[in-house]
């Protein structure tokens, strides 16, 4: 009898905490790493006890410590429901984060994706850099006009918008936007591989983009459809649990993973945030180059 009573005892036991385990919420993300300025091991994240890998749009959970050990280091995270990035940097001496916690988490799906995306994009970025620190890329630079993005003809949705227009070289360029009937529409300089167009009121009908520098030209047709000829977005990407510019950047990727005609669409979700968001500037960065993302796999 006492064996059965220990027995007993042992299975309420037992019982409880499988149903104590059922019960225990999961661990839903706040916010997650936006960027940060050092090698990964400048920076000590951890949930609890355990220590977890710093990498872009890793997330971050309430009650998450970071250490930057690093005199001159900063890692920025974007948090759910604040406008505004977090910057912490070794002033901040161990940080616990907090915020908003969400109903249900948005790390997955096609955010999930949207994070393996902006991760190949940062790992091929570093590679070039390391390459280029060694001079060998320096035979692969082009001398003339060079606009990956424009290879084929574009897409672009109709609206009231800016249009940036993106180049990998040279520095300096001539563009000018045509309608039609060969109406500049919109004219300019532009410097770096960025140039915006001011805000036009874009129509359905056929446009034409041209760059020209140093004795180069480029032309390219431009294709704008109403707002509900565009690929099918996923309703996840107007979801308000994520921040804005997480959306942002998945659509920008979505767009851009769908055809190569939507890169130049693409290019306008990421753009406006490209100066101070890392997955931005990475994702532009690839689609200047006229990179696409692998395919979502639904």
């Known amino acids: 009898m006492k064996r059965l009573i220990l ?30 300025d050092h090698g990964a091991d ?72 949207t994070t393996s995306v902006v991760q190949l994009f940062d790992r091929e970025q570093r590679e070039q850099v390391s390459a280029s620190i060694r001079g060998n890329l320096d035979s692969q630079m082009e001398s003339g006009l060079s606009a990956p993005l424009l290879a084929k003809p574009q897409t672009l949705l109709a609206g009231k918008r800016k249009l940036t227009i993106g180049w990998v070289t040279p520095a300096v360029v001539e563009i000018t936007v045509l309608d039609a009937a060969g109406q500049p529409v919109a004219s300019g300089r532009g410097s770096g591989t960025l140039w915006a167009t001011p805000e036009v009121d874009w129509k359905p009908g056929d446009y034409s983009i041209e760059l ?8 390219q047709t431009l294709h704008v459809v109403a707002a509900d000829k565009g690929p099918n977005l996923p309703p996840a990407l107007s979801d308000p649990a994520a921040p804005e510019p997480l959306r942002a950047a998945a659509t920008g990727a ?43 796999g639904r």
């Not at 280091?73 to 916690?101: H, M």
């Not at 406006?272 to 968001?277: E, G, K, L, V």
Request: glycine share 8%; hydrophobic share 50%; aromatic share 10%.
């Open 7 to 36: 027995a007993l005892t042992g299975a309420a036991l037992w019982w409880s905490a499988v149903q104590a385990a059922e019960v225990k919420p999961r661990a839903v993300e706040i916010g997650y790493i936006e960027s940060f």
């Open 42 to 113: 400048a920076y000590v994240l951890k949930t609890g006890d355990t220590r977890r890998e710093v990498a872009i749009l890793g997330p971050v959970f309430a009650g998450d410590t970071i250490e930057v050990k690093h005199d001159f280091a900063k890692i920025t995270l974007r948090l759910v429901g604040q406008p505004a990035p977090v910057v912490i940097s070794k002033a901040n001496d161990v940080a616990t984060i907090t915020g908003q916690v969400a109903q249900k988490g948005f790390l997955s799906g096609v955010f999930a994706w």
């Open 212 to 219: 020209a520098a140093s004795g180069d030209a480029l032309r």
């Open 254 to 296: 979505w767009y851009a993973a769908e055809d190569p005609a939507f890169l130049l669409e693409a290019l306008q979700h990421v753009a406006p945030d490209a100066a101070s968001s890392k997955p931005a500037k990475l994702l532009a960065l690839a689609f200047i180059e006229g990179k696409r993302p692998p395919p979502s």
